[in-house]
């Protein structure tokens, strides 16, 4: 069962404008992450927030979380072709142990 | 550092054949782990250890047989492929302690079952 769930499935901007994707998960976390995957490569961790910030940034990115809600969003600012990727949220379980869902398919035009 | 590193890349195995998949993590990391990534899905946890000489089943473990005899390495074991294993799969590595909580990620190895 995944734990988290992205939404949307695909994204599809030009470069240069903003790129929002939300996450949202079933049980109480510590920390929730993002990563990204380019096509054919491994994933890269982006950012984690802990269960007891509500935004952090890192660079061009925007992470909320609301507990309250069980969601999270990534905000990708100034978007450019290199941003082309899928991106995933997981939460972690015992062991660090992460849940993903089935990620985000970002697509930035030039 | 070379980080996660994986080996092959890529495999083509008939139905019924054993192969292993071998995970080598430099950074001392604790944890280790192995997902599989299908079309369109996110990862989904195999097996992992939480140290050498320790293993534990994840979400999808049926199938598959890993073993962890040394620290930096992680084996991934398929004793008789079956299509239903055609998949992506990733090997992870992370602390253990510290409150350091992100994994770090192979390359992949892409496995075709025929």
């Known amino acids: 069962s995944q734990q988290g769930e992205e939404d949307p499935q695909a994204l599809s901007i030009q470069e240069g404008e903003n790129a929002t994707m939300n996450c949202s998960y079933k049980?109480?976390?510590?920390?929730l992450q993002w990563y990204r995957q380019n096509s054919g490569r491994g994933l890269v961790h982006l950012i984690l927030?802990?269960?007891?910030?509500r935004e952090k940034h890192s660079g061009r990115l925007r992470v909320t979380l609301d507990t309250s809600k069980k969601s999270s969003s990534l905000l990708i600012t100034a978007s450019r072709a290199a941003d082309t990727a899928s991106y995933f949220c997981a939460t972690p379980l015992a062991y660090n142990k992460l849940i993903f869902g089935a990620g985000t398919r970002l697509a930035v035009h030039p | 550092n070379a980080g996660v590193t994986q080996t092959p890349k890529f495999r083509v195995l008939k139905t019924g054949q054993s192969m292993t998949l071998l995970c080598a993590q430099d950074?001392?990391?604790?944890?280790m782990y192995w997902y599989r990534q299908d079309p369109g899905m996110g990862l989904r946890l195999i097996h992992y250890?939480?140290?050498?000489?320790?293993?534990a089943k994840g979400e999808v473990p049926d199938g598959y047989n890993v073993s962890r005899l040394k620290k930096q390495n992680f084996l991934l074991g398929l004793e008789s492929a079956a299509p239903s294993q055609t998949s992506v799969y990733f090997c992870?590595?992370?602390?253990?302690?510290?409150?350091?909580?992100?994994?770090?990620f192979g390359p992949g190895t892409r496995l075709t079952v025929t």
């Open positions: 950074m001392n990391h604790e944890y």
């Open positions: 049980t109480s976390i510590n920390n």
């Open positions: 992870a590595s992370s602390y253990g302690t510290g409150g350091r909580y992100e994994q770090y």
């Open positions: 927030i802990r269960s007891n910030e």
């Open positions: 250890s939480v140290g050498e000489g320790t293993t």
